[in-house]
């Protein structure tokens, strides 16, 4: 297994670690457990044996007792002393005094003391592993012509020692089963650590060193066929990951191409703006130096064509200042969405154009429901008609009897549809791709312009999230504004 991490810093061996550290300490508890509940169950085992020791031994006890025979008496204490569960044992007579004992016993003060088994004489010396006695007590009878005598009674001792000496062995097993048990886990969970948490990883980590930024959008993790519910979580939630970087990075590239976009468009803005208004101020300044001429030889009827000449390069000069600023305005960023009458904004638009275009004889239909509504900014949706039904107007076709703007509208449930149509000139085919770039004039015969105003109604619409598209011929052109309901 190549890898670049040492393995004691895998998250395998770490979580390998974590997880026996409470494994053990539980194993710990649960073999200790085990152990006492064992000792506990064996040491009762002893008491009960006690019992039927006790049983046993009574008869030739009570007899040796009744007859005051001492070599019986000792005898039987000492059988009773190589009995394997019995530490010692003593004899007390019915009123509860001294009568023997044997081995190791407790006196009347709770104190261990023991009785050497060849003279039942009484020694001092305590053995240090027979301090922790427990006992069972019963009393001695002897029956003569069927009457029953208490003459005694008989203490058995025994020990944790003894008790011990049982339980060592199982002890023993109870201590190599677990830890048998702990390393077989151990070695199962290391073998089993590499397949199921290493390698998938280490494949996510692999993939993520081979990938670029620009395919992040075609990034998919499928890490195995069968997948567990922790990585299966991770895997999907880097491939969510995923997704928001790609669909940040693609919004990172339209807003560079956008930005790039309009940094070209800013420099040929900037080069056209400044050749036509340099244009008419060049053309201004020449003419009126041609006007002094004129005054000073007379010649009035040149001053008044000079004049007019003037008059009409400033109007154009203010036709452009004026389109310059409205775009300007189109760029801002206008946040004041409101609910505007759309009929009422074409009467005001109608209003505008009348002074301008006081002479032309353009029928311009309104075919809008009165209570027809749109929810955007006012300024926005009045430059958008504004500059529309003006290019309608300035391009009408003279050749024409009856020329006409039409504006309609339709409602859906979630789009209102606009619709401006005339019967003018229309816009040549070879230009058509070109109806929303800057500076672009397709009839400058027709009428001067500063090919800004379609430019303009981009704008709006772009801000706006509405659509916009046309059909045009020699027959006339046709516009279909969508906005959102």
Same mark, same amino acid.
Request: charged fraction near 25%.
């Given at each position: 297994?190549?890898?670049?991490?040492?393995?004691?810093?895998?998250?395998?061996?770490?979580?390998?670690?974590?997880?026996?550290?409470?494994?053990?300490?539980?194993?710990?508890?649960?073999?200790?457990?085990?152990?006492?509940?064992?000792?506990?169950?064996?040491?009762?085992?002893?008491?009960?044996?006690?019992?039927?020791?006790?049983?046993?031994?009574?008869?030739?006890?009570?007899?040796?007792?009744?007859?005051?025979?001492?070599?019986?008496?000792?005898?039987?204490?000492?059988?009773?002393?190589?009995?394997?569960?019995?530490?010692?044992?003593?004899?007390?007579?019915?009123?509860?005094?001294?009568?023997?004992?044997?081995?190791?016993?407790?006196?009347?003060?709770?104190?261990?003391?023991?009785?050497?088994?060849?003279?039942?004489?009484?020694?001092?010396?305590?053995?240090?592993?027979?301090?922790?006695?427990?006992?069972?007590?019963?009393?001695?009878?002897?029956?003569?012509?069927? @009457? *029953?005598?208490?003459?005694?009674? $008989?203490?058995?001792?025994?020990?944790? +020692?003894?008790?011990? !000496? %049982?339980?060592? #062995?199982?002890?023993?097993?109870?201590?190599?089963?677990?830890?048998?048990?702990?390393?077989?886990?151990?070695?199962?969970?290391?073998?089993?650590?590499?397949?199921?948490?290493?390698?998938?990883?280490?494949?996510?980590?692999?993939?993520?060193?081979?990938?670029?930024?620009?395919?992040?959008?075609?990034?998919?993790?499928?890490?195995?066929?069968?997948?567990?519910?922790?990585?299966?979580?991770?895997?999907?939630?880097?491939?969510?990951?995923?997704?928001?970087?790609?669909?940040? @990075? *693609?919004?990172?590239?339209?807003? $560079?191409?956008?930005?790039?976009?309009? +940094?070209?468009?800013? !420099? %040929?803005?900037? #080069?056209?703006?400044?050749?036509?208004?340099?244009?008419?101020?060049?053309?201004?300044?020449?003419?009126?130096?041609?006007?002094?001429?004129?005054?000073?030889?007379?010649?009035?009827?040149?001053?008044?064509?000079?004049?007019?000449?003037?008059?009409?390069?400033?109007?154009?000069?203010?036709?452009?200042?004026?389109?310059?600023?409205?775009?300007?305005?189109?760029?801002?960023?206008?946040?004041?969405?409101?609910?505007?009458?759309?009929?009422?904004?074409?009467?005001?638009?109608?209003?505008?154009?009348?002074?301008?275009?006081?002479?032309?004889?353009?029928?311009?239909?309104?075919?809008?429901?009165?209570?027809?509504?749109?929810?955007?900014?006012?300024?926005?949706?009045?430059?958008?008609?504004?500059?529309?039904?003006?290019?309608?107007?300035?391009?009408?076709?003279?050749?024409?009897?009856?020329?006409?703007?039409?504006?309609?509208?339709?409602?859906?449930?979630?789009?209102?549809?606009?619709?401006?149509?005339?019967?003018?000139?229309?816009?040549?085919?070879?230009?058509?791709?070109?109806?929303?770039?800057?500076?672009?004039?397709?009839?400058?015969?027709?009428?001067?312009?500063?090919?800004?105003?379609?430019?303009?109604?981009?704008?709006?619409?772009?801000?706006?999230?509405?659509?916009?598209?046309?059909?045009?011929?020699?027959?006339?052109?046709?516009?279909?504004?969508?906005?959102?309901?």
């Amino acid at each position: 297994m190549k890898a670049n991490t040492k393995w004691k810093d895998t998250l395998a061996a770490k979580l390998l670690v974590k997880v026996f550290q409470y494994y053990i300490f539980i194993t710990v508890i649960v073999t200790l457990a085990h152990m006492s509940m064992d000792f506990s169950f064996t040491k009762d085992i002893v008491e009960d044996d006690l019992k039927v020791f006790h049983t046993s031994f009574e008869p030739g006890l009570s007899v040796a007792l009744w007859n005051q025979e001492d070599d019986a008496l000792q005898s039987s204490l000492l059988a009773i002393y190589h009995v394997p569960q019995i530490e010692g044992a003593k004899i007390i007579d019915e009123n509860g005094n001294f009568v023997t004992a044997i081995g190791y016993v407790k006196n009347e003060l709770g104190q261990v003391t023991y009785y050497d088994p060849n003279t039942l004489s009484h020694n001092e010396s305590i053995s240090g592993g027979s301090q922790s006695l427990f006992s069972y007590s019963n009393n001695i009878h002897h029956q003569e012509d069927n @009457i *029953k005598y208490l003459i005694g009674n $008989l203490i058995l001792y025994s020990s944790d +020692n003894i008790v011990f !000496s %049982q339980v060592q #062995y199982g002890y023993i097993f109870i201590v190599i089963n677990s830890i048998i048990k702990t390393l077989a886990l151990w070695l199962i969970v290391l073998w089993q650590s590499k397949p199921l948490i290493y390698d998938p990883l280490n494949q996510i980590s692999n993939r993520l060193k081979s990938e670029r930024p620009d395919t992040l959008s075609d990034l998919h993790f499928d890490i195995s066929k069968k997948e567990n519910g922790e990585l299966l979580l991770l895997k999907n939630a880097l491939n969510k990951i995923f997704k928001m970087l790609a669909l940040s @990075i *693609k919004e990172r590239d339209t807003a $560079l191409n956008k930005a790039t976009q309009r +940094n070209e468009e800013l !420099s %040929q803005f900037s #080069y056209r703006t400044s050749h036509d208004l340099k244009a008419p101020l060049v053309t201004v300044r020449r003419l009126s130096h041609i006007i002094i001429e004129d005054v000073n030889s007379g010649d009035y009827e040149e001053v008044e064509l000079n004049a007019n000449r003037i008059a009409t390069h400033v109007s154009r000069l203010e036709n452009l200042v004026t389109d310059i600023l409205d775009l300007a305005r189109a760029d801002l960023e206008i946040k004041e969405h409101e609910t505007v009458v759309l009929s009422q904004v074409l009467t005001d638009v109608k209003e505008t154009l009348s002074g301008v275009y006081i002479e032309d004889d353009v029928q311009i239909i309104d075919d809008i429901d009165p209570e027809l509504r749109l929810y955007v900014p006012r300024a926005r949706i009045n430059q958008i008609l504004e500059n529309l039904l003006s290019n309608a107007l300035k391009y009408k076709d003279p050749f024409k009897s009856e020329c006409y703007v039409k504006v309609s509208a339709q409602n859906t449930d979630d789009e209102v549809l606009v619709v401006i149509e005339d019967n003018g000139v229309g816009i040549p085919l070879k230009y058509q791709t070109q109806v929303f770039q800057m500076f672009r004039r397709f009839h400058p015969e027709v009428s001067f312009g500063s090919g800004l105003g379609m430019y303009i109604v981009k704008k709006h619409i772009d801000n706006l999230s509405a659509n916009i598209n046309f059909t045009s011929s020699e027959k006339g052109t046709r516009f279909e504004l969508t906005f959102k309901n």
